[in-house]
């Protein structure tokens, strides 16, 4: 059976601290809803919010639903805007800012294997 939802209905998980700062997550389907492959979350940066700078060994696949990105990748900085996609691969070190006015928003898949 199919699981669908609504962005609203699931409740964030607020990240805000020295290395991060204004950002929600919300787990849209994940391996709780049936997912065995991959995990797709929703990213909310405030305005002036960030992602840490950091790692890890798997890839990941970014989508850009509103606002405007910058998206720091292995040290080259790229702007990203509302339709606007990026691969990040295995060990890239990289970090997501919110680079206009107002929240931004973003898609990122990875696979179950990066947890949630």
Same mark, same amino acid.
């Given at each position: #059976?199919? $699981? %669908?939802?609504?962005?609203?209905? +699931?409740?964030?998980?607020? $990240? *805000?601290? *020295? ?7 919300? %787990?849209?389907?994940?391996?709780? =809803?049936? &997912?065995?492959? $991959?995990? #797709? ?14 790692? =890890?060994?798997?890839? =990941?696949? +970014? $989508?850009? +639903? ?6 720091? &990748? ?11 996609? &990026?691969?990040?691969? &295995? ?17 990122? +898949? ?7």
């Amino acid at each position: #059976m199919a $699981y %669908v939802g609504k962005e609203r209905e +699931v409740q964030p998980v607020i $990240y *805000d601290g *020295d290395e991060v700062k204004g950002v929600e997550k919300r %787990v849209l389907i994940g391996p709780k =809803h049936g &997912a065995g492959n $991959y995990v #797709m979350r929703l990213f909310t940066l405030q305005e002036g919010g960030y992602t840490p700078k950091h790692s =890890h060994p798997w890839e =990941h696949e +970014v $989508y850009v +639903v509103e606002g405007e990105l910058e998206l720091e &990748a292995s040290g080259e900085i790229h702007r990203l805007s509302q339709g606007s996609f &990026a691969f990040v691969k &295995a060990n890239e070190e990289h970090q997501f800012r919110n680079a206009g006015s107002g929240s931004a928003k973003f898609i990122c +898949v990875i696979p179950t294997s990066g947890g949630e």
